[in-house]
C-alpha cells in the first residue's frame, strides 16, 4: 500500500472488492454509453415509427441500469455492501417507475448532505416541475418490463395485457405539446402542410430528449456532490464528463454535421489506387466497407493519439493525470484534420473551402476539446483501476 494517496485508499475502503469495484466501473460505463447513443440517436430521428424500437431498447435498458447503479451506490454508502441479486431480481425487478421514484426520494433525503446545494437543488426542482418526465419514466417502464416483446407475444396468441409500448409514447408526446405552444402550433400547421411535419417531430424528439438529459444531469451532479458515497463521486463524474461529450456532439455547434466516418474510409480506402486528394470526398466512386474502415481509422488515430501523450508525458502522468497534458495533445492534434484530413476530402487547409469555414474551425476545436477531455477522464478511470491493483 505504500506510496498510494491516503485520500484514495478511504474512496476505496467501502466495503467492495477488487474485484466488485471494477464491475461497478464497466457497469455503470454500459449505462452511460446506452443513454448517450440512445439521446443521439433521438435526437437525430426524424421519423419516429422507424426509430421507436432501437431508441427505447437503449434508453430503456440504459435508464433501468443507471437507476440500479446509483440505488446500488446509496446502498453500499448505508451499509458497506452491494445490494444482493434477490433485491435487484424481486425488488428492483425491471419496474423503472419504483426505482426512480425511489432514488428521487432518497436523493431528496440525502440532499443536504450536497457539497454545494446550489449545484444539486435547481436539478432537482426543475425535474420535479418537468411534465414531461413522467410520461417518459412510465413509456420506459412499459417498454421494458413487457414491450420490447408485445407483438411477438400477440402473434403467439397472448392477450396483451396493457397498451403497446407507442401508446405510452404518444402520450409524451402529448405532454410535450402541452408544455410547449410552439409544438402545439405546429402540430396543427403539419395536418395541412406536410412539410412541416418532421420539423414538428424533431421538436418532439428534442423535447424528449431534454428531459432525459435534464434526469441524467441530477444523477450525475448528485454523484458529484457526494450524495451517492464516495465512490459515487467518481461515477458522477464520468457521468457528467461523458453527458458533456455527447450534449456537444447533438447541439453540432452551427447546426454543421459531424464527418460521416463513411466519407474517411472512402478516403483512405482510395489510397491503394494512389489518390490521396479529392475535389469533394463525397462525389468520388464509394469504397466497399468504407463505413466500417473509416470507424476503424477512427478509433486507431485517437488511440495513437493517446499513445503520443504517453510518450511525451510518460506513464508517471499516467498513475496521476492532470488535465492539461490531456488538454495539449486534444487541440493539438487539430492539425491533423486542419492540414491533412480535410484538404485531402476537398475541404480545403482548416475547411477554407466549405461553406462556412469559421463555423467548421469553431467546431473542429470543440470536437478536439471534448477529446482532451475524454483523455484525461479514462486517463483517471485507469488510474483508479491501477490503484486497485496495488490494493
Known sequence: MSGLNPGARRVLDDGLTQHQGILLIRESDSAKHLLAYGLRALRLSAFHDTTRDPVLSMLSIGVEKLLKV??????????????????????????????????????????????????????LASLDADPVWRPIVEALHRYGDQGRFYYLDALAGATPVDDSPEVYWDK???????ADPELERLFHASIHDYALHDVF???????????????WSMIAMAGKQGLMGAR?????????????VWALSARRAFNIQGLDYA??????????????????????????GERPL??????AIGIAFAFLLLLVWGLDWARSPT????????????VAPWFVLQPGMGAGIAAARTPNPGAARLRNLATHTVYGIGLFVSAVA????????RV
Open 70 to 123: 446509483s440505488l446500488g451506490l446509496i446502498h453500499l454508502d448505508e451499509h458497506r455492501e452491494w445490494p444482493t441479486q434477490k433485491t435487484f431480481r424481486t425488488v428492483y425487478r425491471h419496474d423503472i417507475v419504483t426505482m426512480e421514484r425511489l432514488l428521487r426520494d432518497r436523493l431528496r433525503i440525502r440532499a443536504t448532505r450536497a457539497t454545494h446545494p446550489r449545484y444539486f437543488d435547481p436539478l
Open 172 to 178: 409524451v408526446d402529448a405532454a410535450a405539446r402541452d
Open 201 to 215: 417531430m424533431t421538436g418532439l424528439n428534442k423535447a424528449a430528449a431534454d428531459s432525459l438529459q435534464q434526469w
Open 232 to 244: 459515487g463521486v467518481l461515477i458522477g463524474a464520468g457521468a457528467a464528463a461523458l453527458m458533456d
Open 263 to 288: 466519407l474517411l474510409g472512402r478516403w483512405i480506402g482510395h489510397f491503394r489506387r494512389g489518390r490521396f486528394f479529392h475535389e469533394r470526398i463525397a462525389s468520388s466512386s464509394v469504397i466497399r
Open 294 to 299: 473509416g470507424w476503424v481509422a477512427h478509433y
Open 323 to 334: 488535465i492539461w497534458p490531456a488538454m495539449v495533445v486534444g487541440l493539438g492534434t487539430i
Open 382 to 389: 485507469l488510474s483508479i483501476l491501477w490503484v486497485y491493483q
